[in-house]
């Protein structure tokens, strides 16, 4: 079973790329609703709440996890368990970039996950240039459907994007594709690209089975869930 852990529900632009194209998968799902957004929280909390939050999925059943939260993947996954098999954003994120084949991107991102410098050292090796963009409010606004702090947020990354003559701006948080058609420029959401990498990793059979957890009831999660994969159990942990 595929575990995948983010800080709400952004990663389940992961999770329906996941479906799409391999939906006998059986995965679990977990947010962290009761700590989100995890952007602007130290790193020593992030690490905390990762290894809880991946203590979850693996006491439901999960082989194999993921990272589907940026933050989490900067902070705590590449710093601290690179080699231990977990499938994270960074990756997938700058081959997606490279397949666009643009020498400019500029990178939304959480404050988190840019002060990392992961992101930067990644692009640099690939020989593309990259301007970061903090968010500090969007993941949050997105989460809790602040229409209007979202739209304020976005339309400031595209104005960002625009001052530095990128070509492309990253979605480099998963809560940001929930709002992809809100950015009025080219975007590069690296969920399915990640998926790929689930499937080319673990395989694509199962029995379907899908599972959801979260750490705070919502009904915001639970109409998210729902729209994408129908009715279904949230599990409060």
């Excluded at 679990?28 to 989100?36: E, K, M, S, T």
């Excluded at 080699?83 to 020498?103: C, H, L, N, R």
């Excluded at 229409?147 to 701006?169: I, K």
Aim: proline share 4%; net charge neutral; hydrophobic share 50%.
């Amino acid at each position: 079973m595929i575990g995948i852990f983010d800080s709400g529900s952004g990663g389940l632009s992961v999770l329906a790329a996941l479906h799409a194209r391999a939906p006998e998968l059986d995965v679990v799902y977990f947010g962290d609703l009761a700590h989100v957004p995890y952007g602007s929280r130290a790193q020593a909390d992030v690490r905390l709440l990762t290894i809880a939050g991946f203590k979850i999925l693996r006491d439901a059943g999960a082989d194999h996890l993921v990272s589907a939260c940026n933050t989490v993947s900067t902070a705590v996954i590449r710093p601290y368990m690179r080699g231990d098999g977990i499938i994270e954003m960074v990756g997938a994120a700058v081959s997606a970039v490279q397949k666009f084949s643009t020498p400019h991107v500029a990178v939304a991102a959480t404050p988190a996950t840019i002060e990392s410098g992961m992101y930067q050292k990644e692009f640099q090796r690939a020989n593309i240039r990259a301007t970061m963009i903090a968010c500090p409010n969007l993941a949050a606004a997105i989460e809790y459907e602040d229409v209007a702090a979202t739209r304020t947020a976005v339309d400031a990354a595209v104005a960002a994007m625009h001052a530095a003559g990128a070509d492309v701006l990253l979605l480099a948080c998963t809560h940001y594709a929930r709002v992809r058609e809100m950015f009025a420029c080219s975007t590069i959401d690296p969920a399915d690209a990640v998926a790929q990498q689930i499937i080319a990793s673990w395989g694509s059979v199962g029995n379907g089975t899908k599972k959801f957890i979260a750490s705070k009831d919502s009904p915001i999660f639970a109409t998210r869930v729902q729209k994408l994969f129908g009715p279904r159990e949230i599990i409060l942990k």
